[in-house]
């Protein structure tokens, strides 16, 4: 499916299942629903996905944005710190209701569970995971 699907209202939900059920994007929902701020940076997302590149990573996570499900979130100016992100990425509202009706929210708390238990992060991961975030996300 293409980025001109639009926002998810407008898609059937039988067509909008299939897009957020795609293996790659799938993914990244599950992502951003284990990381500890439901709000992971785009690096924490390619290091959660090693087997794709970070082109790919990105160009899915632009897909779930522009079908709505997917939220680009970022720190105000003042909040910013050197080294560290400033843009993450969460589920919109609308993401979320649509994914829980269709139970596809099931596994939340195992997610959570499991990326809790990872123990090789990398440094930077590490960081990046304790950064600041939008409090308003």
């Known amino acids: ?33 284990q990381h500890p701020d439901q709000l992971p940076s785009m690096y924490e997302l390619e290091e959660l996905n090693p087997s794709v590149s970070d082109a790919t990573v990105y160009k899915h996570i632009q897909k779930l944005i522009d079908a709505g499900i997917v939220k680009e979130v970022a720190l105000d100016d003042d909040q910013r710190r050197q080294g560290y992100p400033w843009k993450f990425y969460g589920l919109t509202e609308e993401g979320r209701e649509f994914l829980e009706e269709h139970n ?10 499991i990326y809790d238990t990872i123990s090789d992060k ?9 950064a600041p975030r939008p409090a308003d996300a």
Request: no cysteine; aromatic share 6%; charged share 25%.
């Open 1 to 33: 499916m293409s980025t001109e699907l639009g926002a998810a209202e407008e898609m059937e939900p039988r067509k909008l299942i299939h897009f957020v059920t795609q293996q790659t994007r799938f993914s990244l929902i599950n992502n951003i629903l």
């Open 122 to 130: 990398p440094e930077k991961m590490v960081k990046y995971e304790n």
């Open 104 to 113: 596809l929210l099931a596994a939340e708390e195992t997610l959570q569970q």
